[in-house]
């Protein structure tokens, strides 16, 4: 049995259970492997009722206090109990959990572990604890036991057992980095690694591990980037512009002047393009800094030159919504663009045509995902390939452009705020411009930090604004219920509003696991103003224009970095409007409130993020992750600056030919 082995093939997994792992993109060992937990449960001491504290999980010792009773509800059947020791007394709520009598016998102790809540009275209550005799509670003291993302179905336990099951039959696990290297940087093995991250013994070892992970990831990113700036700097450009009247008009017709960083960019960008040498730039600037304009400009310069030139962006969504505000451009400024769309979600008609427009030349600019150079897309003269808010894009992009023998100019666009030292090493292929301005006529968002205690008169704000005729999006970190224990889920907060609101006001959700078709659907309708609450995970986290939305809550804010938060609270904001963004958070630790202000005191992303990384400190290595638009699987950008200089260090003394690696596995960037 080796990684390329399917999961199918271990003891325990049937087929029923591979079709969940299947959901969550998990089909061989080697994926099942590479499935991090996502937390980890540190079992601490368990406390007496007295000294429980709200919000924060924690298990308490206690023994049943008079009987169980249960009734149901449709389908659900609801148990409730109270437990109690000398110091005070929890109300225990449990779902579905019919042998509950054999599970709590009376007058015996056991350890009750959940998340503790307070009723204005002072009583406490607990949904859903685990329960644990003491003798088992024991076992797990002081140990971390990995948490998973899950699917319904699926269990912690199971996909826990399935990851001890590979380890135990997929032998041994090759080390590509040489030893010297290890050495050098201090790091320990691969498979000593991998193990540590599902199973660690204690904090020290998982930060080992922790350690080599986010190292080889960087490292096999950064051989990457390298070889690409070798392979396009430098290039000749067969695309060499010059520059026509059309971009001039344009500008005089836009309702507003470009701010002077715009300006600034814009210069970079044609002089690239007029110029001896192929473009690659990126441009960073935060969300609402105006991007898309400079890309248009870019799009419409090309296209006055006779070439074709694409917009490729994350998301269908994004793409479509990219496509109609050029098409609408194109009329409302008589720009000499024939736009085409092209994305995965499109009937195999609409394909056929769109890419019979690209390949005779009639379309001239092409919006779509990374179908646009991913299928067989045959242009007539691809001069110029823009990527919307996802850099990762660039490396691929490149590759697949070499691939077809294209060396067209590449315009990068994204919104991750990181400082300029770290950007030029993960950017090192391209050239940076930065837009470090918003445009002036901006009413600043109203910002508030609230615990869920102000949940119903945030409810009762929503229904004013949408009684105004505003949009509201409010984000869950969780897709579907089971996902992870006291968090927010996409699904059972919709069906939770919809007994909260009047029947009138339209709710409606979306998460990445929905089908793109239905995706697209559902964000159509929200930007038509036929639904008044979006319901969704961070997947409207990137580049959706809906000026008419003025509210933006996101529960669970605490679980956020808040470098994602600000981009997320880049959705409002973006009309004429008074927006406002109310961050629930569920833990009132001082801690917690403190990380959280920060986004009171600035609207500067570049800023939020080195603050957020000042406070939390280099120890805080788990559960919140900072940087949503780089996605990479275990490594932080923010976190990880120091294992990112080394890992870039590395990357050159490998590439300079010092250092030579077993093999060197390969990258699967869509997967990062
Ligand atoms: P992002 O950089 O987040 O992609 P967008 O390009 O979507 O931002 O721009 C956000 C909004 O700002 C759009 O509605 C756009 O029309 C507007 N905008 C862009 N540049 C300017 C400017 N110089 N002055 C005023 N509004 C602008
Ligand atoms: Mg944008």
Redesign the pocket.
Known sequence: MDQKTEIKALKGIGEKTAALFGKLGIVTVEELLAHYPVGYDSFTEALSAGELESGTLCAVKARLHGGISSRKVRNLTISTCKVSDLSGEVSLTFFNMPYLKNVIKPDLYYIFRGVPTQAKGGAWKMEQPSVYTPEDYGKLLDTLQPRYSLTAGLTNKTVTKAIRQAFASCGELEDYLPAQIRQKYGLIGYREALYGIHFPENELALRSARRRLVFDEFFLFMVQIRRCREDCEGVESPYKMMETADTVRFLEKLP????GA?EKVWTEIREDMQGRYVMNRLIQ?????????IAVLALLMTAANGYQGAMMAPTEVLARQHFESIAEMTKKYGLPFRPALLTGSMTAKEKREARARIESGEANVIIGTHALIQENVVYQKLALVVT??QHRFGVRQREALAGKGLDTHVLV?S?TPIPRTLAIILYGDLNISV?DEL???RLPIKNCVVGCGLRERAYQFMQKEIEKGRQVYIICPMVEEGEAEGLENVVSYTEKLKRVFPQQIQISHLHGKMKPAEKNRIMEAFAQGDIDILVSTTVIEV?I?V?NATVMMVENAERFGLAQLHQLR?RVG??AEQSYCIFVSSSDKKQTMERLDILNRSNDGFYIAAEDLKLRGPGDLFGIRQSGSMNFRIADIYQDAKELKEASEAAELFLSGDISLSSLPRVDFRSI
């Open positions: 507003y002047s470009l701010t715009q600037g935060d969300v609402g800094s105006g991007k898309t304009v919307d808010e666009m919104a837009i445009p002036a006529n580049g224009n000026p880049g973006r009309g």
